[in-house]
């Protein structure tokens, strides 16, 4: 079982809906990660909270709004996303917020699948 | 840059040993991890190894890094059913950013 749980666990939404995708965890992690992952591909990284901050935008588009609220939840925002968007989003948390030597394992949640018509 | 390869696919009989490969070109990670994808699922942290060691043994896992060749293997003893997934290599570069780098992911298959 995953101590990083997602809501929920499949979306569909049209071009101009706005939906939220959900992750929490409560391990005491201070990193947060937004990960997306198409089918057959590894996973890449959209976004990077430490400590609650945006630490990493991997130049993801605009339609994709990330949010922190607390150290425990992190959630995504989507407006007027394009069906190329549809995907498995992962969510994943680390120990370590990034400024100590020490960088923990990532651990996953086990994703949102999107499909976007 | 980061660029972290493997071989797409991998078939061995139950019983026998896996050996799945990892390459990578940057030479400043910190860490080096091994997760596990079944299917419609996320993904499942089976072990890591720091940059300085060489070897790390977890039961049937075995991670062996070559730092001056840039290569990570993991081998799976005694593989079963069960091991079937698609299996990545990540690299973490570290400092003041978790940049975990993913491998492009090798399937393995299992035959009985």
């Known amino acids: 079982d995953t101590e990083v749980t997602q809501t929920p666990k499949h979306l569909v939404m049209g071009m101009t809906n706005k939906k939220s995708l959900k992750c929490e965890q409560h391990m005491g992690h201070r990193a947060m990660y937004w990960y997306k992952q198409k089918a057959k591909k590894p996973p890449e990284l959209m976004f990077v909270?430490?400590?609650?901050?945006?630490?990493i935008n991997e130049s993801v588009p605009s339609r994709f709004s990330p949010e922190c609220p607390n150290s425990s939840l992190l959630n995504l925002h989507l407006h007027a996303l394009q069906p190329e968007d549809s995907a498995l989003y992962l969510c994943?948390?680390?120990?370590?917020?990034?400024?100590?030597?020490?960088?923990?394992?990532?651990?996953f949640g086990n994703g949102t699948r999107l499909t976007v018509t | 840059g980061e660029d972290v390869e493997q071989s797409l696919f991998l078939s061995v009989r139950e019983g026998d040993s896996s050996v799945i490969n990892c390459t990578y070109t940057d030479s400043s990670s910190t860490y080096l991890y091994w997760y596990k994808q079944e299917p419609g699922a996320g993904l499942q942290l089976l072990t890591y190894i720091f940059s300085n060691m060489d070897m790390k043994q977890d039961q049937r896992l075995t991670v062996l890094l070559n730092k001056k060749d840039k290569h990570l293997s993991l081998r799976i003893a005694d593989t079963q059913t069960g091991d079937s997934a698609i299996y990545f290599c990540a690299v973490l570069y570290g400092g003041a950013t978790n940049k975990l780098i993913f491998g492009t992911g090798t399937l393995l298959a299992v035959q009985p």
């Open positions: 909270y430490s400590y609650e901050k945006l630490s």
């Open positions: 994943a948390s680390s120990q370590d917020g990034g400024d100590s030597s020490y960088n923990s394992p990532l651990h």
